[in-house]
């Protein structure tokens, strides 16, 4: 079910009333929970969400690409000119008010990039070895003819052949915080790529903390509203054998 608001943006300055319109796109099932939170984050960056609920779902995980498809159809119908995937337990650093207007100016083939911080605490991230190179591409305009990667896993949200450009923003995920979230995570994508078609690297890095290097978010890099976690899985319970039906038209994972 697809659920949508447009934000009252009478209160901003000039140079956000003027800018294009972005909406943030996301669905949320086991994590609804943390909706609210990620709304009140997102509210000055854009003009509006489009989520999709997938509370009703039958199957033990919805597809990811479908569900993708059915937010773009809704926000081009609600005029969006550029959209922001995002998921209920990412909050962006509020920072990014002051940099966004600029940026999204230009209806250019471009997707905009931030710095993926896996947070341990709700306020260190991970910063040793890969955990300190993470980056999400999720922010990009609405053109005609765009076409989307359909892997069933870890498929860039963001159209084929799109430019890249990074910022100095920070993206922070807050699945991470709790260590049996940490290990759930592991443990379901093993479950959904047995054979690490999806990431040759695989998933017991995800649980693993040996050598672990943090970083204190500065005061100026934070976000809100603050986290106070709630030690829950956010992702259901894990099936304890895959699902039969083919991987690519079947798993959703996070």
């Not at 993708?68 to 962006?92: S, T």
């Not at 305009?141 to 920070?170: C, S, V």
């Not at 699945?175 to 959904?192: C, S, V, W």
């Amino acid at each position: 079910m697809i659920v949508r608001e447009h934000f009252t943006r009478s209160w901003l300055p000039g140079r956000w009333r003027s800018r294009p319109r972005i909406l943030a796109l996301f669905s949320f099932r086991y994590d609804a929970h943390l909706v609210p939170d990620l709304i009140e984050n997102l509210r000055p960056l854009v003009d509006g969400y489009v989520a999709w609920d997938d509370r009703a779902a039958t199957d033990t995980f919805s597809s990811e690409p479908r569900r993708r498809r059915k937010l773009i159809r809704a926000a081009r119908n609600m005029r969006a000119r550029w959209v922001m995937f995002i998921d209920p337990d990412e909050r962006i650093e509020s920072a990014a008010v002051d940099v966004l207007p600029d940026m999204t100016r230009d209806d250019k083939p471009m997707v905009i990039g931030f710095h993926f911080r896996e947070l341990y605490t709700p306020d260190s991230y991970r910063i040793d070895g890969l955990w300190g190179k993470k980056v999400r591409y999720n922010l990009f305009p609405l053109l005609d003819g765009q076409k989307f990667r359909k892997e069933a896993l870890h498929a860039p949200a963001y159209p084929i052949g799109y430019r890249r450009r990074m910022t100095d923003l920070n993206l922070y995920h807050l699945k991470m915080i709790a260590p049996q979230r940490r290990a759930a995570r592991r443990d379901l994508y093993k479950l959904l790529d047995p054979e690490k078609a999806y990431q040759d690297i695989g998933y017991d890095y995800l649980a693993d903390d040996a050598g672990a290097e943090f970083a204190t978010i500065p005061p100026e890099r934070g976000y809100l509203p603050a986290h106070r976690d709630d030690d829950g899985l956010w992702m259901g319970d894990i099936p304890a054998t895959p699902a039969t039906e083919p991987q690519s038209t079947r798993y959703r994972a996070r």
